[in-house]
DNA sequence: TCGGCAATTGGCCAGGTGACCAATAGCGGT
DNA sequence: ACCGCTATTGGTCACCTGGCCAATTGCCGA
């Protein structure tokens, strides 16, 4: 009587209708927090029975986790693209610069508080840790990589990428860590500590990333 | 029945009774997170009945927000002692030096993850959210102080402290982002960059922070 | 000493959660 | 075309939460 859809029921393959599922629990733990990926929540989402949600996903702790893997893992591609070499003609410069502008903008706050609501509940939570650990070296190696290719190329200047990539995270987090409470204060110099260092951590003159 | 005490019913001054329950939250929130800061947990932790703590604090927030204060505002005297002179003939460098030497300490811990806990809920829960406000602000304000007694001996050489204070907070705060994820691995590239950001912002040579 | 105020008790309620299950109905294979 | 597998339904269950309230009882002041 509530539902809209009331009577009409469409079967789907499992694994698109799975696919689905993980999908719709991404955007709500993305836009209102991975605490809020129940269910009920999820079912309504996409118009369906909780059971069913239920059904593909017996323990809710699985279908959090995967969500997170799959906002991240998205989000992630849209940052930095995979492979040695960017889509265009682009230079590891370039992409590090696009890279600084695109976490700065108002569009990464739903990623911030992301990766701070998961990394919290990962207090809680072991298989959505494991995610989260995935996920964190993922964006590490990422990252690492572009540093790799642009100290190939002379243009950085690092001596161990790998360690370069990890303050520039930590940076980063350390940065989006405010999102939550004190974003609007003291922002400038927050969001300029990540561009510091990285600046620092591969030989760069100051402010050669601050723009495009 | 299944209280140990039942029966004996013990009145205490209000303002007494209202300190006992902000501390044994606060307490709970340390050591199992702020979202176990029920009424009913923090009433059997001190052997009472939950509708007690909830004629205390009709609204929960607010007990949570409290524990979150009372908690950060100890752990801040411990590490930072407040005025401008330390207790003992201590020099801003020596204090500076205890602070890092106990932030990485894993007594330590517990308060990275209930600040990342706390930063997380802050998106829920608004009267939380002031209380982290004021005591991020309370913890950058203590290390601008220290900052800036340094700077005046010529033992800092920093042009604003309040802008150092601010970057050395956010590169702590990166630091503890992966209390619950990768607290064992990468460990040093992590905990070394809070160290360094401060010996560069303070104009200090390298590790002149590492040790006591 | 004793009365009354207020701290404290102990129980209640509605709402939300994850997990579970029998019954139903859509769809693919024969 | 139809039959069987299984995706999907729709409901139940126990559990825990915060908020609420009348009754009780300890303690302070008169």
Not at 59 to 65: E, F, H, K, N, P
Not at 142 to 169: K, M, S, Y
Request: neutral net charge.
């Amino acid at each position: 009587m509530t539902s809209r859809d009331s009577g009409t029921r469409t079967r789907k393959a499992p694994t698109e209708r799975r696919q689905e599922i993980v999908r719709a629990a991404a955007l709500v733990g993305l836009t209102e927090g991975l605490e809020c990926i129940t269910l009920r929540r999820v079912a309504d989402e996409l118009g369906v029975q909780p059971g069913l949600v239920s059904h593909y996903f017996p323990a809710a702790d699985t279908l959090v986790a995967e969500a997170f893997t799959s906002a991240t893992r998205a989000e992630l591609d849209g940052l930095l693209p995979e492979g040695p070499a960017g889509p265009g003609h682009e230079t590891p410069l370039s992409t590090l610069r696009r890279f600084f502008v695109l976490i700065a903008g108002t569009e990464f706050d739903n990623v911030s508080k992301l990766w701070l609501n998961a990394r919290h509940l990962s207090r809680y939570r072991p298989v959505l840790r494991d995610h989260v650990v995935d996920q964190e070296l993922l964006w590490c190696r990422r990252i690492e990589q572009l540093i790799a290719a642009g100290t190939g190329t002379r243009l950085f200047h690092c001596a161990n990428p790998w360690a370069a990539a990890v303050r520039i995270l930590v940076a980063i987090d350390g940065s989006s860590a405010y999102i939550n409470t004190s974003a609007g204060a003291r922002t400038d110099p927050i969001s300029d500590l990540a561009r510091t260092v990285a600046e620092r951590e591969l030989g760069l003159a100051p402010d050669t990333l601050a723009t495009l």
